[in-house]
Protein backbone atom coordinates (compact mmCIF):
# COMPACT_ATOMS: atom_id res chain seq x y z
CA UNK A 1 0.00 0.00 0.00
CA UNK A 2 1.41 3.61 -0.78
CA UNK A 3 2.07 5.97 1.71
CA UNK A 4 -0.63 8.03 1.20
CA UNK A 5 -2.95 5.37 1.42
CA UNK A 6 -1.43 4.19 4.51
CA UNK A 7 -1.48 7.99 6.14
CA UNK A 8 -5.11 8.29 5.35
CA UNK A 9 -5.99 4.55 7.04
CA UNK A 10 -4.48 5.43 10.22
CA UNK A 11 -5.61 9.20 10.45
CA UNK A 12 -9.37 8.10 9.11
CA UNK A 13 -8.88 4.64 12.33
CA UNK A 14 -7.63 7.74 14.78
CA UNK A 15 -10.40 10.23 14.23
CA UNK A 16 -12.85 6.80 14.57
CA UNK A 17 -11.27 5.44 17.66
CA UNK A 18 -10.98 9.49 19.04
CA UNK A 19 -14.90 9.85 17.84
CA UNK A 20 -16.08 6.73 19.81
CA UNK A 21 -13.56 6.51 22.55
CA UNK A 22 -13.91 9.78 23.96
CA UNK A 23 -17.54 9.99 24.09
CA UNK A 24 -17.68 6.79 25.59
CA UNK A 25 -15.30 7.55 28.37
CA UNK A 26 -16.14 10.66 29.04
CA UNK A 27 -19.95 9.47 29.98
CA UNK A 28 -19.16 7.19 31.89
CA UNK A 29 -17.14 9.44 33.82
CA UNK A 30 -19.64 11.95 34.27
CA UNK A 31 -22.31 9.35 35.49
CA UNK A 32 -19.69 7.67 38.13
CA UNK A 33 -18.95 11.47 39.06
CA UNK A 34 -22.44 12.27 40.15
CA UNK A 35 -22.80 9.11 41.95
CA UNK A 36 -19.78 10.10 43.65
CA UNK A 37 -21.30 13.57 44.63
CA UNK A 38 -23.89 12.53 45.56
CA UNK A 39 -22.76 10.02 48.06
CA UNK A 40 -20.65 12.18 49.17
CA UNK A 41 -22.08 15.16 49.34
CA UNK A 42 -26.56 14.41 50.22
CA UNK A 43 -25.96 13.24 53.60
CA UNK A 44 -24.04 16.46 54.73
CA UNK A 45 -26.66 18.42 52.70
CA UNK A 46 -29.21 16.57 54.73
CA UNK A 47 -27.32 17.27 58.01
CA UNK A 48 -26.87 21.06 57.34
CA UNK A 49 -30.40 21.34 56.42
CA UNK A 50 -31.63 19.93 60.00
CA UNK A 51 -29.64 21.76 61.67
CA UNK A 52 -30.25 25.59 60.18
CA UNK A 53 -34.17 24.12 60.93
CA UNK A 54 -33.51 23.45 64.64
CA UNK A 55 -31.66 26.72 64.43
CA UNK A 56 -34.75 28.15 62.64
CA UNK A 57 -37.20 27.01 65.35
CA UNK A 58 -35.16 28.37 68.40
CA UNK A 59 -34.38 31.93 66.96
CA UNK A 60 -38.35 32.61 65.93
CA UNK A 61 -39.24 31.22 69.72
CA UNK A 62 -36.51 33.77 71.17
CA UNK A 63 -37.56 36.99 68.96
CA UNK A 64 -41.36 36.31 69.75
CA UNK A 65 -40.41 37.00 73.56
CA UNK A 66 -40.59 40.43 74.39
CA UNK A 67 -37.73 42.31 76.47
CA UNK A 68 -34.98 40.13 75.38
CA UNK A 69 -31.93 40.50 73.32
CA UNK A 70 -29.52 38.16 74.72
CA UNK A 71 -29.41 34.33 72.80
CA UNK A 72 -30.08 31.45 75.35
CA UNK A 73 -27.57 28.81 75.79
CA UNK A 74 -29.65 26.31 73.72
CA UNK A 75 -29.55 29.04 70.74
CA UNK A 76 -25.94 29.34 71.29
CA UNK A 77 -24.71 25.84 71.13
CA UNK A 78 -27.37 24.92 68.03
CA UNK A 79 -25.45 27.97 65.96
CA UNK A 80 -22.10 25.91 66.62
CA UNK A 81 -23.90 22.92 65.33
CA UNK A 82 -25.18 24.52 62.39
CA UNK A 83 -22.00 26.10 61.77
CA UNK A 84 -20.15 22.74 62.03
CA UNK A 85 -22.36 21.29 59.50
CA UNK A 86 -21.95 23.80 56.53
CA UNK A 87 -18.02 23.54 57.11
CA UNK A 88 -18.01 19.72 56.47
CA UNK A 89 -20.36 20.73 53.45
CA UNK A 90 -18.82 23.48 52.04
CA UNK A 91 -15.33 20.82 52.91
CA UNK A 92 -16.47 18.20 51.26
CA UNK A 93 -17.73 19.99 48.11
CA UNK A 94 -14.17 21.41 47.50
CA UNK A 95 -12.11 18.34 47.93
CA UNK A 96 -14.51 16.14 45.83
CA UNK A 97 -12.53 13.93 43.59
CA UNK A 98 -10.63 16.92 42.77
CA UNK A 99 -14.27 18.48 41.39
CA UNK A 100 -14.37 16.19 38.31
CA UNK A 101 -17.00 17.80 37.18
CA UNK A 102 -20.02 20.38 38.59
CA UNK A 103 -23.06 17.88 38.84
CA UNK A 104 -26.55 18.47 40.51
CA UNK A 105 -25.69 17.74 44.08
CA UNK A 106 -22.39 20.21 43.89
CA UNK A 107 -24.32 23.12 42.81
CA UNK A 108 -26.65 22.07 45.04
CA UNK A 109 -24.34 21.96 48.17
CA UNK A 110 -22.49 25.42 47.07
CA UNK A 111 -25.80 27.17 46.40
CA UNK A 112 -26.41 26.38 50.12
CA UNK A 113 -22.74 26.82 51.44
CA UNK A 114 -23.02 30.55 50.31
CA UNK A 115 -27.04 31.17 51.50
CA UNK A 116 -25.46 30.09 55.14
CA UNK A 117 -22.91 33.13 54.33
CA UNK A 118 -25.73 35.42 55.25
CA UNK A 119 -26.11 33.76 58.70
CA UNK A 120 -24.47 36.08 60.28
CA UNK A 121 -26.37 39.48 59.91
CA UNK A 122 -29.64 36.96 60.51
CA UNK A 123 -28.12 36.31 63.98
CA UNK A 124 -27.11 39.87 64.93
CA UNK A 125 -30.72 40.96 64.26
CA UNK A 126 -32.23 38.16 66.49
CA UNK A 127 -29.37 38.81 69.46
CA UNK A 128 -30.36 42.78 68.98
CA UNK A 129 -34.09 42.21 68.39
CA UNK A 130 -33.75 44.56 64.97
CA UNK A 131 -36.36 41.80 63.30
CA UNK A 132 -39.60 40.37 64.53
CA UNK A 133 -40.75 36.39 64.42
CA UNK A 134 -42.31 36.77 60.67
CA UNK A 135 -38.86 38.45 59.44
CA UNK A 136 -36.80 35.76 61.29
CA UNK A 137 -38.84 33.12 60.04
CA UNK A 138 -38.99 34.51 56.53
CA UNK A 139 -35.18 34.78 56.38
CA UNK A 140 -34.13 31.55 57.74
CA UNK A 141 -36.74 29.98 55.30
CA UNK A 142 -35.02 31.63 52.47
CA UNK A 143 -31.77 29.97 53.13
CA UNK A 144 -33.83 26.47 53.72
CA UNK A 145 -36.42 26.36 51.22
CA UNK A 146 -34.34 26.65 47.54
CA UNK A 147 -32.54 23.36 49.05
CA UNK A 148 -35.79 21.25 48.68
CA UNK A 149 -36.21 22.49 45.14
CA UNK A 150 -34.66 19.66 43.42
CA UNK A 151 -34.83 16.85 46.06
CA UNK A 152 -38.12 15.42 45.81
CA UNK A 153 -41.71 15.88 47.13
CA UNK A 154 -40.64 14.06 50.23
CA UNK A 155 -38.11 16.58 51.46
CA UNK A 156 -40.23 19.51 50.34
CA UNK A 157 -43.25 18.19 52.21
CA UNK A 158 -40.75 17.40 55.38
CA UNK A 159 -39.58 20.88 54.96
CA UNK A 160 -42.99 22.45 54.55
CA UNK A 161 -43.69 21.07 58.12
CA UNK A 162 -41.07 22.05 59.40
CA UNK A 163 -41.73 25.68 58.65
CA UNK A 164 -45.22 24.78 60.32
CA UNK A 165 -43.21 23.76 63.27
CA UNK A 166 -41.11 27.05 63.80
CA UNK A 167 -44.71 29.18 63.20
CA UNK A 168 -46.23 27.59 65.75
CA UNK A 169 -43.18 28.07 68.15
CA UNK A 170 -43.38 31.87 67.42
CA UNK A 171 -46.91 31.70 69.12
CA UNK A 172 -46.64 29.33 71.87
CA UNK A 173 -47.58 30.20 75.27
CA UNK A 174 -50.47 32.76 73.84
CA UNK A 175 -54.06 31.72 74.14
CA UNK A 176 -54.84 32.79 70.44
CA UNK A 177 -53.20 32.80 67.22
CA UNK A 178 -53.41 35.33 65.00
CA UNK A 179 -55.71 35.30 61.40
CA UNK A 180 -52.18 35.96 59.48
CA UNK A 181 -50.74 33.18 61.40
CA UNK A 182 -53.83 30.95 61.01
CA UNK A 183 -53.55 31.73 57.00
CA UNK A 184 -49.87 30.70 56.64
CA UNK A 185 -50.29 27.59 58.52
CA UNK A 186 -53.46 26.87 56.30
CA UNK A 187 -50.97 27.26 52.92
CA UNK A 188 -48.26 25.31 54.51
CA UNK A 189 -50.41 22.20 55.55
CA UNK A 190 -52.61 22.00 52.46
CA UNK A 191 -49.38 22.24 50.30
CA UNK A 192 -47.71 19.53 52.61
CA UNK A 193 -50.84 17.70 52.25
CA UNK A 194 -50.74 17.68 48.50
CA UNK A 195 -46.97 16.93 48.08
CA UNK A 196 -47.22 14.01 50.34
CA UNK A 197 -50.71 12.69 48.87
CA UNK A 198 -48.99 12.74 45.13
CA UNK A 199 -46.42 10.09 46.53
CA UNK A 200 -48.10 8.04 47.67
CA UNK A 201 -46.63 7.66 51.20
CA UNK A 202 -48.24 6.78 54.51
CA UNK A 203 -46.83 7.88 57.06
CA UNK A 204 -47.38 6.89 61.00
CA UNK A 205 -48.86 9.84 63.09
CA UNK A 206 -49.96 11.96 60.23
CA UNK A 207 -53.65 11.76 60.97
CA UNK A 208 -53.14 12.71 64.27
CA UNK A 209 -51.14 15.82 63.20
CA UNK A 210 -53.70 16.47 60.65
CA UNK A 211 -56.70 16.58 63.18
CA UNK A 212 -54.22 19.19 65.23
CA UNK A 213 -53.76 21.48 62.49
CA UNK A 214 -57.27 21.36 61.17
CA UNK A 215 -58.38 22.18 65.16
CA UNK A 216 -55.73 25.68 64.78
CA UNK A 217 -56.95 26.63 61.58
CA UNK A 218 -60.81 26.22 61.77
CA UNK A 219 -61.30 26.95 66.25
CA UNK A 220 -58.83 29.79 66.99
CA UNK A 221 -56.63 29.10 69.91
CA UNK A 222 -53.34 27.90 71.76
CA UNK A 223 -51.15 25.46 70.62
CA UNK A 224 -52.30 21.72 71.77
CA UNK A 225 -50.21 20.11 74.11
CA UNK A 226 -49.75 17.25 72.04
CA UNK A 227 -48.02 19.15 69.04
CA UNK A 228 -44.08 19.11 69.39
CA UNK A 229 -44.85 14.58 69.89
CA UNK A 230 -46.77 14.29 66.92
CA UNK A 231 -44.58 16.37 64.99
CA UNK A 232 -41.44 14.78 66.01
CA UNK A 233 -43.31 11.40 65.03
CA UNK A 234 -44.38 12.66 61.78
CA UNK A 235 -40.66 14.48 61.00
CA UNK A 236 -38.57 11.41 61.32
CA UNK A 237 -40.86 9.49 59.46
CA UNK A 238 -40.72 11.19 56.48
CA UNK A 239 -37.06 12.02 57.43
CA UNK A 240 -36.15 7.92 56.58
CA UNK A 241 -38.21 7.80 54.02
CA UNK A 242 -36.35 10.57 52.24
CA UNK A 243 -33.30 8.93 53.01
CA UNK A 244 -34.59 5.63 51.48
CA UNK A 245 -35.83 7.11 48.63
CA UNK A 246 -32.15 7.82 47.96
CA UNK A 247 -30.43 5.42 48.61
CA UNK A 248 -32.96 3.68 46.23
CA UNK A 249 -32.45 6.17 43.36
CA UNK A 250 -28.77 5.80 43.60
CA UNK A 251 -28.89 1.75 43.57
CA UNK A 252 -31.27 2.09 40.66
CA UNK A 253 -28.67 4.18 38.58
CA UNK A 254 -25.84 1.62 39.76
CA UNK A 255 -26.18 -1.28 36.61
CA UNK A 256 -26.49 1.55 34.46
CA UNK A 257 -23.48 3.08 35.52
CA UNK A 258 -21.49 -0.59 35.00
CA UNK A 259 -23.22 -0.67 32.06
CA UNK A 260 -21.49 2.74 30.66
CA UNK A 261 -18.03 1.85 31.85
CA UNK A 262 -18.54 -2.07 30.81
CA UNK A 263 -18.93 -0.12 27.57
CA UNK A 264 -16.11 2.82 27.42
CA UNK A 265 -13.85 -0.02 27.83
CA UNK A 266 -14.81 -2.18 24.91
CA UNK A 267 -14.59 0.56 23.00
CA UNK A 268 -11.71 2.82 23.82
CA UNK A 269 -9.76 -0.68 24.69
CA UNK A 270 -10.75 -2.79 21.66
CA UNK A 271 -10.14 0.56 19.14
CA UNK A 272 -6.95 0.91 20.76
CA UNK A 273 -6.02 -2.65 19.73
CA UNK A 274 -7.06 -1.62 16.01
CA UNK A 275 -5.47 1.22 15.92
CA UNK A 276 -1.91 -0.40 17.36
CA UNK A 277 -1.78 -2.82 15.30
CA UNK A 278 -2.65 -0.93 11.83
CA UNK A 279 0.06 1.57 13.03
CA UNK A 280 2.61 -0.64 13.40
CA UNK A 281 1.66 -2.14 10.34
CA UNK A 282 1.69 0.91 8.50
CA UNK A 283 5.49 1.98 10.12
CA UNK A 284 6.48 -1.17 8.88
CA UNK A 285 5.41 -0.70 5.47
CA UNK A 286 6.45 2.82 4.96
CA UNK A 287 10.15 1.31 6.02
CA UNK A 288 9.67 -1.66 3.66
CA UNK A 289 8.84 0.39 1.16
CA UNK A 290 10.74 0.39 -2.09
CA UNK A 291 11.94 2.88 -4.74
CA UNK A 292 12.24 2.87 -8.69
CA UNK A 293 15.64 0.78 -8.25
CA UNK A 294 14.55 -1.14 -5.32
CA UNK A 295 15.99 1.10 -2.56
CA UNK A 296 14.14 2.61 0.30
CA UNK A 297 12.67 5.96 -0.87
CA UNK A 298 13.56 8.93 1.51
CA UNK A 299 10.65 12.14 1.61
CA UNK A 300 10.51 14.87 -0.96
CA UNK A 301 11.40 18.18 0.11
CA UNK A 302 8.43 19.35 2.46
CA UNK A 303 7.23 16.03 3.01
CA UNK A 304 6.78 13.82 6.13
CA UNK A 305 7.06 10.39 7.13
CA UNK A 306 3.40 8.91 6.23
CA UNK A 307 2.89 8.92 10.69
CA UNK A 308 5.37 11.42 11.65
CA UNK A 309 3.03 14.31 11.22
CA UNK A 310 0.73 12.02 13.11
CA UNK A 311 2.84 11.24 16.03
CA UNK A 312 2.63 14.25 18.36
CA UNK A 313 -1.60 14.19 17.94
CA UNK A 314 -0.93 10.21 18.56
CA UNK A 315 0.83 10.71 21.64
CA UNK A 316 -2.26 13.82 22.67
CA UNK A 317 -4.82 11.26 22.24
CA UNK A 318 -3.28 8.71 24.17
CA UNK A 319 -2.33 10.87 27.24
CA UNK A 320 -5.99 12.44 27.29
CA UNK A 321 -7.54 8.76 27.36
CA UNK A 322 -5.25 7.85 29.87
CA UNK A 323 -6.10 10.39 32.02
CA UNK A 324 -10.03 9.92 31.35
CA UNK A 325 -9.21 5.83 32.36
CA UNK A 326 -7.37 7.80 35.54
CA UNK A 327 -10.34 9.56 36.95
CA UNK A 328 -13.03 6.41 36.16
CA UNK A 329 -10.84 4.27 38.35
CA UNK A 330 -10.67 6.65 40.73
CA UNK A 331 -14.85 7.07 40.43
CA UNK A 332 -14.70 3.51 40.70
CA UNK A 333 -13.10 3.26 43.93
CA UNK A 334 -14.91 6.05 45.30
CA UNK A 335 -18.46 4.09 44.16
CA UNK A 336 -17.28 0.74 46.10
CA UNK A 337 -16.03 2.51 48.91
CA UNK A 338 -19.50 3.81 49.91
CA UNK A 339 -21.24 0.37 48.28
CA UNK A 340 -23.16 -1.84 50.88
CA UNK A 341 -24.76 -3.87 48.80
CA UNK A 342 -23.30 -7.13 47.81
CA UNK A 343 -24.02 -7.69 44.43
CA UNK A 344 -23.64 -4.40 43.13
CA UNK A 345 -20.44 -4.07 44.68
CA UNK A 346 -19.71 -7.07 42.62
CA UNK A 347 -20.70 -5.42 39.61
CA UNK A 348 -18.02 -2.27 40.54
CA UNK A 349 -15.42 -4.90 40.96
CA UNK A 350 -16.34 -6.60 37.44
CA UNK A 351 -16.52 -2.65 36.15
CA UNK A 352 -13.16 -1.67 38.12
CA UNK A 353 -10.90 -4.72 36.63
CA UNK A 354 -12.11 -4.34 32.83
CA UNK A 355 -11.28 -0.21 33.47
CA UNK A 356 -7.77 -1.54 34.86
CA UNK A 357 -7.26 -3.47 31.61
CA UNK A 358 -8.40 -0.78 29.20
CA UNK A 359 -5.82 1.63 31.24
CA UNK A 360 -3.21 -1.33 30.72
CA UNK A 361 -3.37 -1.14 27.06
CA UNK A 362 -3.13 2.47 26.62
CA UNK A 363 -0.65 2.43 29.11
CA UNK A 364 1.15 -0.44 26.86
CA UNK A 365 0.66 1.56 23.59
CA UNK A 366 2.13 4.46 24.77
CA UNK A 367 5.42 2.82 26.76
CA UNK A 368 5.80 0.49 23.34
CA UNK A 369 5.52 3.91 21.01
CA UNK A 370 8.56 5.34 23.23
CA UNK A 371 6.56 7.78 25.46
CA UNK A 372 6.23 7.65 29.09
CA UNK A 373 2.92 6.81 31.05
CA UNK A 374 0.78 9.76 32.25
CA UNK A 375 0.73 7.13 35.75
CA UNK A 376 4.09 7.23 37.48
CA UNK A 377 6.06 6.66 40.46
CA UNK A 378 8.90 9.01 42.01
CA UNK A 379 9.42 6.85 44.95
CA UNK A 380 10.19 3.15 45.59
CA UNK A 381 7.14 0.72 45.52
CA UNK A 382 6.92 -2.46 47.71
CA UNK A 383 7.54 -5.43 44.78
CA UNK A 384 4.55 -7.32 46.29
CA UNK A 385 2.25 -4.34 45.80
CA UNK A 386 4.13 -4.23 42.10
CA UNK A 387 3.23 -8.12 41.67
CA UNK A 388 -0.07 -7.93 43.08
CA UNK A 389 -0.89 -5.05 40.24
CA UNK A 390 0.28 -6.60 37.35
CA UNK A 391 -1.94 -9.67 38.50
CA UNK A 392 -5.12 -7.52 38.86
CA UNK A 393 -4.56 -6.34 35.26
CA UNK A 394 -4.95 -9.57 33.41
CA UNK A 395 -8.46 -11.28 32.36
CA UNK A 396 -8.16 -14.25 34.93
CA UNK A 397 -6.99 -12.34 38.14
CA UNK A 398 -8.47 -15.22 40.04
CA UNK A 399 -6.41 -17.51 39.26
CA UNK A 400 -3.14 -15.88 40.53
CA UNK A 401 -1.51 -16.28 43.59
CA UNK A 402 0.97 -13.76 44.68
CA UNK A 403 1.29 -14.61 48.56
CA UNK A 404 4.94 -15.91 48.16
CA UNK A 405 6.67 -12.36 47.63
CA UNK A 406 9.72 -11.45 50.02
CA UNK A 407 9.55 -8.19 51.07
CA UNK A 408 11.72 -5.63 48.92
CA UNK A 409 11.33 -2.17 47.33
CA UNK A 410 11.40 -1.47 43.68
CA UNK A 411 12.64 2.14 42.50
CA UNK A 412 9.73 4.04 41.73
CA UNK A 413 10.91 5.26 37.96
CA UNK A 414 10.78 1.25 37.15
CA UNK A 415 7.35 0.41 38.70
CA UNK A 416 5.34 0.95 35.59
CA UNK A 417 6.89 -1.10 33.26
CA UNK A 418 7.89 -3.75 35.51
CA UNK A 419 4.12 -4.06 36.27
CA UNK A 420 3.50 -4.37 32.44
CA UNK A 421 6.08 -6.88 32.08
CA UNK A 422 5.07 -9.28 34.88
CA UNK A 423 1.41 -8.41 33.69
CA UNK A 424 2.40 -10.08 29.88
CA UNK A 425 3.70 -13.02 31.40
CA UNK A 426 1.16 -13.57 33.89
CA UNK A 427 -1.13 -13.40 31.47
CA UNK A 428 0.59 -15.72 28.88
CA UNK A 429 0.34 -18.40 31.89
CA UNK A 430 -2.77 -17.99 32.18
CA UNK A 431 -4.24 -18.19 28.88
CA UNK A 432 -2.10 -21.55 28.35
CA UNK A 433 -2.80 -23.09 31.50
CA UNK A 434 -5.87 -25.59 32.13
CA UNK A 435 -8.56 -22.90 33.32
CA UNK A 436 -9.50 -25.60 36.92
CA UNK A 437 -5.45 -24.53 37.98
CA UNK A 438 -3.79 -21.25 39.22
CA UNK A 439 -0.52 -19.59 38.32
CA UNK A 440 1.63 -18.91 41.22
CA UNK A 441 4.34 -15.96 41.27
CA UNK A 442 6.75 -16.24 44.20
CA UNK A 443 9.90 -13.69 44.29
CA UNK A 444 13.22 -13.78 46.50
CA UNK A 445 16.39 -11.85 46.73
CA UNK A 446 19.47 -13.68 44.06
CA UNK A 447 22.81 -12.65 43.55
CA UNK A 448 21.97 -10.89 40.40
CA UNK A 449 19.29 -8.82 42.26
CA UNK A 450 15.86 -9.91 42.70
CA UNK A 451 14.18 -12.77 41.02
CA UNK A 452 10.50 -13.59 39.99
CA UNK A 453 9.22 -16.70 39.15
CA UNK A 454 5.93 -17.51 37.21
CA UNK A 455 4.86 -20.88 37.08
CA UNK A 456 1.84 -22.82 35.67
CA UNK A 457 1.24 -26.37 35.19
CA UNK A 458 0.14 -25.73 31.51
CA UNK A 459 1.85 -28.19 28.94
CA UNK A 460 4.73 -26.08 28.45
CA UNK A 461 6.78 -25.23 25.15
CA UNK A 462 8.67 -27.46 22.84
CA UNK A 463 12.33 -26.57 22.39
CA UNK A 464 11.71 -24.92 19.01
CA UNK A 465 8.84 -22.38 20.41
CA UNK A 466 11.43 -21.90 23.80
CA UNK A 467 14.33 -20.82 21.47
CA UNK A 468 11.38 -19.06 19.20
CA UNK A 469 10.37 -17.49 22.36
CA UNK A 470 13.55 -15.92 23.16
CA UNK A 471 14.27 -14.33 20.13
CA UNK A 472 10.92 -12.33 20.04
CA UNK A 473 12.02 -11.68 23.99
CA UNK A 474 15.15 -10.00 22.15
CA UNK A 475 13.84 -8.73 18.86
CA UNK A 476 13.21 -4.94 18.40
CA UNK A 477 10.37 -5.61 15.92
CA UNK A 478 7.52 -7.68 16.35
CA UNK A 479 6.04 -10.86 14.51
CA UNK A 480 3.21 -11.37 12.22
CA UNK A 481 0.13 -12.64 13.26
CA UNK A 482 -0.37 -11.44 17.00
CA UNK A 483 0.91 -15.39 18.56
CA UNK A 484 4.10 -13.98 19.95
CA UNK A 485 2.95 -10.30 20.61
CA UNK A 486 2.54 -10.58 24.52
CA UNK A 487 5.81 -12.02 24.62
CA UNK A 488 7.44 -9.06 22.47
CA UNK A 489 5.90 -6.70 24.42
CA UNK A 490 7.28 -8.36 27.79
CA UNK A 491 10.73 -8.14 25.58
CA UNK A 492 10.39 -4.81 25.15
CA UNK A 493 10.27 -3.40 29.18
CA UNK A 494 12.55 -5.72 30.00
CA UNK A 495 15.34 -4.13 27.80
CA UNK A 496 13.93 -0.55 28.63
CA UNK A 497 14.82 -1.69 31.93
CA UNK A 498 17.74 -3.93 32.14
CA UNK A 499 15.49 -6.63 33.39
CA UNK A 500 16.40 -10.25 32.21
CA UNK A 501 13.66 -13.03 31.26
CA UNK A 502 14.20 -16.61 30.77
CA UNK A 503 11.85 -19.37 30.08
CA UNK A 504 12.22 -23.14 31.01
CA UNK A 505 10.01 -26.07 31.25
CA UNK A 506 9.49 -26.95 35.12
CA UNK A 507 10.89 -30.65 36.00
CA UNK A 508 7.24 -31.34 36.78
CA UNK A 509 5.53 -29.85 33.91
CA UNK A 510 4.55 -26.36 33.24
CA UNK A 511 6.40 -23.39 32.31
CA UNK A 512 8.44 -20.98 34.48
CA UNK A 513 8.98 -17.42 33.80
CA UNK A 514 11.93 -16.52 35.61
CA UNK A 515 12.29 -12.46 35.94
CA UNK A 516 15.75 -10.76 36.92
CA UNK A 517 15.00 -7.62 38.41
CA UNK A 518 18.76 -6.06 38.74
CA UNK A 519 19.74 -4.80 42.10
CA UNK A 520 20.55 -1.44 40.82
CA UNK A 521 16.50 -1.05 40.33
CA UNK A 522 16.06 -2.02 44.24
CA UNK A 523 15.40 0.68 47.01
CA UNK A 524 17.43 0.33 50.18
CA UNK A 525 14.23 1.93 51.85
CA UNK A 526 10.74 1.54 51.72
CA UNK A 527 8.63 5.26 51.40
CA UNK A 528 4.92 4.94 50.47
CA UNK A 529 3.91 7.08 47.43
CA UNK A 530 1.37 7.75 44.81
CA UNK A 531 1.55 8.26 41.60
CA UNK A 532 3.23 11.59 40.03
CA UNK A 533 -0.12 13.37 38.82
CA UNK A 534 1.09 14.66 35.43
CA UNK A 535 -2.05 13.95 33.85
CA UNK A 536 -3.66 15.55 30.89
CA UNK A 537 -7.34 16.57 31.40
CA UNK A 538 -9.94 17.29 28.76
CA UNK A 539 -10.57 21.02 28.19
Do not use: C
Not at 364 to 393: F, H, I, N, Q
Not at 475 to 502: E, K, M, V
Amino acid sequence: MSRGRWRAVVALLAVLWVAAAVPAVGAAVWVMSDRASADRLEPLLGRAVLALEAERRLSVAETARPGKSASPAGLAAQRTRTDQAGRLLREAGDGLLDRLRETGTTREADALVQRMSGLGAIRAAVDGARMDRHDVLAAYTRIIESTGDGRGALSRSRELLSEEDALLATVAGTARMADDDRARLAELAGARRTLLAGTGTTVPGESRLRTMEDTLILRPGAVPDGWSAAFNQVNSALWERETSAEQNRRLTGTPYAVALVTWAALIAGGGLIAFVAVLMLARRGSRREPGPAGVRTAPTAGESPPTGGLDALFRDLERRNQSLVHRLLRQLDGLARHETDDERLGDLFRADHLANRMRRNLEKAVMLGGDLPGRRWRRPVALADVVRAAASEVPEYERVSTSRIEPVHLAGEAVTGTMHLLAELIENATTFAPAQTRVRVSGERAPAGYEITIADVGPGMTDDDLATAHAVLTDPAPRPGGTWWGLYSAGRFADQLGIGIQLHNAPGGGLLASVTVPAELLAAEAVLDEPTGEMVTLS
